[in-house]
């Protein structure tokens, strides 16, 4: 499971002008977290109402005793996804301590978890590929009453721009393409499915804040299912995504400042 049941707790950033929401705080506006145990307490009802369990005790001990077990079970059922939740925003950040240790260190390491070492290994070859090199790691940047937190800047060779690409995202194609050097925002991601819609939100926002010329920005996946990194490019949307993240922050000042946090920090409506 990506993490999206259960954000992690409201972050803030310290300006002259007071505190500010990171972007994922931000994003969390777009959840109904109310709507997570609403959502696994029916699907337990269901089950219960659908299993006619009663009608086929027999009163033996030993039925009692896998009737207590199974509602047991479903009781668990009703809360696993905060677990489920917790342990993904836990294993993204054990993923991003290793690349980030990769990046100061340029050492491999083999994890004696098999998932975590498949992931790391098509990782570092991915960043072979490309010749990657860090011009900024976990760096806090700022923007218009946000922050946040970039996981990488760098120069990298821009493989993933085919003819086909280009031809669909509207960017002149030419021999050696490939081979060029750019400057690319990249934010990682760890899930099985497929790209949630806020991610590409969340790194425009960052791309705006981030103080350098950047020609791209992408999320690099580490995707659970394939046991493969995957980077996506998402700058053909960069402008219509800022101005969908700008109007996240502009609601989630208005829904907040009511409350009487961070009443001196005001943004350009």
Same mark, same amino acid.
């Given at each position: 499971?990506?993490?999206?049941?259960?954000?992690?707790?409201?972050?803030?950033?310290?300006?002259?002008?007071?505190?500010?929401?990171?972007?994922?705080?931000?994003?969390?506006?777009?959840?109904?977290?109310?709507?997570?145990?609403?959502?696994?307490?029916?699907?337990?009802?269901?089950?219960?109402?659908?299993?006619?369990?009663?009608?086929?005790?027999?009163?033996e001990l030993g039925t009692w005793k896998c009737y207590d077990a199974y509602c047991h079970i479903l009781d668990e059922a009703r809360t696993a996804y905060k677990r489920e939740s917790k342990e993904s925003m836990n294993y993204g950040?054990?993923?991003h301590t290793l690349c980030k240790y990769y990046f100061e260190t340029g050492t491999e390491i083999e994890s004696p978890h098999e998932m975590t070492d498949k992931l790391m290994k098509s990782f570092y070859v991915w960043y072979k590929?490309?010749?990657?090199?860090?011009?900024?790691?976990?760096?806090?940047?700022?923007?218009?009453?946000?922050?946040?937190?970039?996981?990488?800047?760098?120069?990298?060779?821009?493989?993933?721009?085919?003819?086909?690409?280009?031809?669909?995202?509207?960017?002149?194609?030419?021999?050696?393409?490939?081979?060029?050097?750019?400057?690319?925002?990249?934010? =990682? #991601?760890?899930?099985?499915? /497929? !790209?949630?819609? %806020?991610?590409?939100?969340?790194?425009?926002?960052? &791309?705006?804040?981030?103080?350098?010329?950047?020609?791209?920005?992408?999320?690099?996946?580490?995707?659970?299912?394939?046991?493969?990194?995957? =980077? #996506?490019?998402?700058?053909? /949307? !960069?402008?219509? %995504?800022?101005?969908?993240?700008?109007?996240?922050? &502009?609601?989630?000042?208005?829904?907040?400042?009511?409350?009487?946090?961070?009443?001196?920090?005001?943004?350009?409506?």
């Amino acid at each position: 499971m990506d993490i999206k049941f259960g954000r992690k707790e409201p972050r803030f950033y310290p300006t002259q002008n007071g505190m500010v929401p990171s972007a994922t705080t931000v994003l969390s506006v777009l959840n109904k977290p109310m709507l997570m145990p609403w959502a696994a307490n029916c699907a337990v009802d269901y089950v219960i109402d659908k299993s006619d369990v009663n009608s086929t005790l027999s009163g033996e001990l030993g039925t009692w005793k896998c009737y207590d077990a199974y509602c047991h079970i479903l009781d668990e059922a009703r809360t696993a996804y905060k677990r489920e939740s917790k342990e993904s925003m836990n294993y993204g950040t054990y993923i991003h301590t290793l690349c980030k240790y990769y990046f100061e260190t340029g050492t491999e390491i083999e994890s004696p978890h098999e998932m975590t070492d498949k992931l790391m290994k098509s990782f570092y070859v991915w960043y072979k590929k490309h010749s990657v090199v860090p011009l900024e790691t976990e760096t806090a940047v700022y923007g218009d009453s946000y922050a946040g937190r970039v996981d990488l800047v760098c120069l990298m060779r821009q493989y993933w721009m085919s003819k086909k690409w280009c031809e669909n995202n509207g960017y002149e194609w030419h021999r050696g393409i490939e081979k060029e050097r750019t400057v690319i925002l990249i934010d =990682f #991601k760890t899930g099985k499915g /497929s !790209y949630y819609t %806020d991610w590409p939100l969340q790194i425009a926002g960052y &791309r705006k804040a981030v103080p350098f010329d950047l020609n791209h920005h992408g999320i690099l996946k580490f995707n659970k299912e394939t046991m493969k990194v995957n =980077f #996506k490019c998402f700058s053909p /949307s !960069y402008e219509n %995504d800022y101005k969908s993240f700008m109007d996240l922050v &502009r609601f989630y000042w208005r829904q907040n400042q009511w409350k009487g946090k961070n009443e001196n920090v005001h943004i350009t409506m």
